[in-house]
């Protein structure tokens, strides 16, 4: 781990379910390659992943069965040691590719901008050469101006001790939001393609593979490929590595399919295992060796956590080549000069962790402290200032706000637009259109302009890309910390020495649970590897707003400026339309000097929060 990353906090632990075929996978990795800085349960780095990788390839090798290693996208835009460096990316992909991973796919992040697109042509597809899978996406290559795939659309291989045969394929979600340089195709005309049908019908697979930037559950990409696979194959085992949605997943698709889904931004490495996969011939056909199991846990991604699983130690853990990457990052981080403060948060402020609005939301901070205070510097007349939630991504500690922090908490580099004197009639009821809380939604909008053809790239799908999902409640246990304890007690009972670091008396606790994730998945709330006190999580808007200058009485008010986060705009000009206000990107201007919202932060952080 990095020389600043705290040690991790004991706690007990469950085992890992290690079966015939195992796999390790990341999703959503965002740049946190460095690890958690300012908290002990994530703070081991990619250098510990590889060197933890290789413990459990080792243990295959030694038991005869197999270890495979999958990352499904979006592993840039989100941290410093990717967002600081210009060009954007300079040390990340040299880090990265230390990691031997036998399936890559893209993300949605990794297409935002021309510049990280051709990243992933000039350097993961090349690092990563067959294992990189593009099953949906093509992309213009830069050299030619030739539109081809970004990489292979399948890969067949067999696995190197247990001879088992994988056809793999690596989709993306139907994302629209990618710049001009790349091409997605809908997963539901991808499955119709004759290489795909050609690749499903192939007789010498004992296990589908189908990783991607896809949610596992509710999503109706998977579904499809799923239906798509079973159809063609009534008894083949299928295994889902999926992504985008940020949380721990496990999705039942039948009694012989599974998803995954590992998280984010380096939290969790997620674990599967598969037993029972094989063929024997008959005289007549290929038939299944017996009914497959699948298993999964998610990994808090920690030293304590890595030496147990690996049964190894301090000095026995540590690879060479992983202390080189740890060590090229700890490098990357100094040149980028990372720990520089800003200024010191005087307090935690939460994304999710805290209702909004409420003095401990980030959200509430921004939209009566940071916007506030930054579009006064602008003009006079009274504003609205839009931001959508999903441009925030991640907490602020008590403590130094640095660098990092700004690019931990809004990478991006959009900046902010105005439109000046629009009614405020139609202007106050922007917010409300945009979070589709009212009487008229923005996704019927979306769907009616889609169906006019008069308003381009806009489908019902697209306001899904106006703020990731939040994590769904559902999927999160809402318990006390009462309810870990009583959870170790049934541990013991149910798995007795499958629980690792045993603690002092009766299995309970003798310090209190730290908390974490405490995941509820179609196999149940056995999932995590480490045993926490629940965290409990709160849905946030689409967007907020800040009034700014407004006077006391609003009845008078005629016209307000509403200025945004650029990446809403098409959002805007759709819902003022809706209102009966035509607006066209002709009226809009750049506002705050163009800072984008990293700027914006450091600026008011730098003024507001000394240390
Ligand atoms: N320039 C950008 C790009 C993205 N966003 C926000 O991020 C969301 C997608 O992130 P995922 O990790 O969920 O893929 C997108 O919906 C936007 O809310 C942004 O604000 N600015």
Redesign the pocket.
Known sequence: SQPSAPEPVEAPLRKLPWGQLNWLATT?T?GWHGGHLQEPQYSADWGDYISFAHHLRQRADEDGSDLLVVDTG?RVEGNGLYDASNPKGHYTFDVFKHQKIDIITP???EL?KQNSSNNEFYHTVPNYKDAYIASNLDIYNPKTGKLQPLAQRYRKFTTKNQGIRIMAFGFLFNFQGNANNTVVQRVEDTIKEMWFKEAIQDKDVDLFVVAGHVPVSDSHESDAIFKAIRSANWDTPIAFFGG?T?IRDYHKFDKIAYGLESGRYMETIGFMSISGLGHEKTSSDIAPLKTPEFKRRYIDNNLYSLYRHSGKNETTFPTDLGRNVSASISAARKQLNLDHAYGCAPRDYWLNRAPYPSESSILTWLENEVLTDTAKNYTKHPQLIIT?T??MRFDIFKGPFTIDTTFLVSP???GFHRLKNVPYKAAKQLLQLLNNEGKIMLSEMMVMSAVHRDLGKFTPRALY????PNPPVSRWTQQTTQDGIELIDTLHREFGQEVLGETAGHGKPDKPLSPGYTTIDDAGKDGDDTIHAPIRFYDVPNCIQAEVSFPSDKKDLETVDIVY?E?IERWILLALRFLGESYGVEDVETTFDGMSFTDVLSEWVHKNWAC
Do not use: I, K
Not at 465 to 468: D, H, V, Y
């Open positions: 959503d965002h979006d993300g949605n992040h935002y985008h940020h959508n999903g441009a991006f580099t959009s890309e106006l703020a990731p986060n990446f």
